[in-house]
Every structure is written in structure tokens, then in C-alpha cells.
T-cell receptor, first 115, second 114 residues
Framework: DAGVTQSPTHLIKTRGQQVTLRCSPK?????VSWYQQALGQGPQFIFQ???????QRGNFPDRFSGHQFPNYSSELNVNALLLGDSALYLC??????????????FGSGTRLTVV | KQEVTQIPAALSVPEGENLVLNCSFT??????LQWFRQDPGKGLTSLLL?????REQTSGRLNASLDKSSGRSTLYIAASQPGDSATYLC?????????????FGKGTHLIIQP
């Protein structure tokens, strides 16, 4: 049973560019959340997608956007990259179908470096 | 706004010791609390999930407790081993049926000396 899969594992981008990160949730999960983890910090919630809609959003600017596809996979897009966007980006999936949450499963993350 | 604090920030102990990691949260209206382990440069591995109606959960040498009224959770590790060395994160799950985003602490960096 595959867990959460993220791609790519590492990425180097230039300031001002745009980046797309991808996530496939664990089998049976229908909800995808994205987190940003700066070095030495705990993960910070970016947003969550359920039924192809953004369900909740953390304190991140509109440069951060996302999408969820009918197969529950998701993309995170970041426009106009800043040096401060350098971080580990984590995707987490969960099952919300019954209205209850039974915990999150995280992927291994994408390490984004902005130069 | 939920805030999660973990104490201590770092801990180094000899192999074989029992130890306790602490987590506190400011808003007691949580749906659940989850403990994770993170190895350097890696993703998060879920260790234990405690629903708001539960007091504790156990898995092997790990035991986590939850006291919503005082806004505290502890992770107890018995008979520590060098392989337990990692950063341990606690995360509070909010309302919305538990579907709201997790709020994390900064973690406790644990080193078990052989």
C-alpha cells in the first residue's frame, strides 16, 4: 500500500521564477494538505484541499496556490519566488469522507532552494 | 489562534533511559493530537494519534497522554535506544471535525548516546 508520494525530491529555482510541486495521497485518502517547514522550525500549514476545492488556508500570501484533481492528487504552485520560500514542502493526506479525521500521513517532502 | 510549545528544545541522554517529552497548546478545543518523528532532512512519520475523547495511546515503547483541560500532552519513551535519535514533533488538530490544518510545535531534538 503506497504512502504519500511527492515529486520532485529536490528543486533549485531562481528568485522570481514559478514552481509546481506534486503530491499523490495515500490510497483511500481523499484530502490533501500542504505544509512549509523552514530549517529548525515546525511545519506551517499552507492550505488543504477536499473535493477539488480549497477548504482551509493558513497565513500564506496569494503567491501560493493549489489544485486537487479528481483522483485526489494535488499540486502546489508558488509564483514570484522569494529567497524566503526556500524550505521543505510537505504534503499530508487524510480521510475526511465520513466527517471525522483519523490522523494525517505525510510524504517525504520536496526540498526547494531559491537562489 | 492555536499555539503549540514543546519542551525541551533539545535533549541528550544515555541509552536505556526512560524519558518524557512535553507539549502544550493554548486552545483546548482540539479534535486530536498527533505525535510525529522526523529524521534529518526527511518527512514526518506518525507515531501516535490521540483523539480528544481519549486520555492516552500506546505503541510499543511509546506512550502518549493527553490532558485537554490543562492543554498538555506528553510522549513517554521507555528504554531509549540510539535509533530513537530524531526530532519529535507534536501537532494539535483543530475543529471542523478534525479536518482543519495541524498546528505544530518546533519539536524536541533528541539524541540517545550509545
Amino acid at each position: 500500500d503506497a504512502g504519500v508520494t511527492q515529486s520532485p525530491t529536490h528543486l533549485i529555482k531562481t528568485r522570481g521564477q514559478q514552481v509546481t510541486l506534486r503530491c499523490s495521497p495515500k490510497s483511500g485518502h481523499d484530502t490533501v494538505s500542504w505544509y512549509q517547514q523552514a530549517l529548525g522550525q515546525g511545519p506551517q500549514f499552507i492550505f488543504q484541499y477536499y473535493e477539488e476545492e480549497e477548504r482551509q488556508r493558513g497565513n500564506f500570501p496569494d503567491r501560493f496556490s493549489g489544485h486537487q484533481f479528481p483522483n485526489y492528487s494535488s499540486e502546489l504552485n508558488v509564483n514570484a519566488l522569494l529567497l524566503g520560500d526556500s524550505a521543505l514542502y510537505l504534503c499530508a493526506s487524510s480521510f475526511l469522507g465520513t466527517g471525522a479525521n483519523y490522523g494525517y500521513t505525510f510524504g517525504s517532502g520536496t526540498r526547494l532552494t531559491v537562489v | 489562534k492555536q499555539e503549540v510549545t514543546q519542551i525541551p528544545a533539545a535533549l541528550s541522554v544515555p541509552e536505556g533511559e526512560n524519558l518524557v517529552l512535553n507539549c502544550s497548546f493554548t486552545d483546548s478545543a482540539i479534535y486530536n493530537l498527533q505525535w510525529f518523528r522526523q529524521d534529518p532532512g526527511k518527512g514526518l512519520t506518525s507515531l501516535l494519534l490521540i483523539q480528544s475523547s481519549q486520555r492516552e495511546q500506546t505503541s510499543g515503547r511509546l506512550n502518549a497522554s493527553l490532558d485537554k483541560s490543562s492543554g498538555r500532552s506528553t510522549l513517554y519513551i521507555a528504554a531509549s535506544q540510539p535509533g530513537d535519535s530524531a526530532t519529535y514533533l507534536c501537532a494539535a488538530g483543530g475543529g471542523g471535525g478534525g479536518a482543519d490544518g495541524l498546528t505544530f510545535g518546533k519539536g524536541t531534538h533528541l539524541i540517545i548516546q550509545p
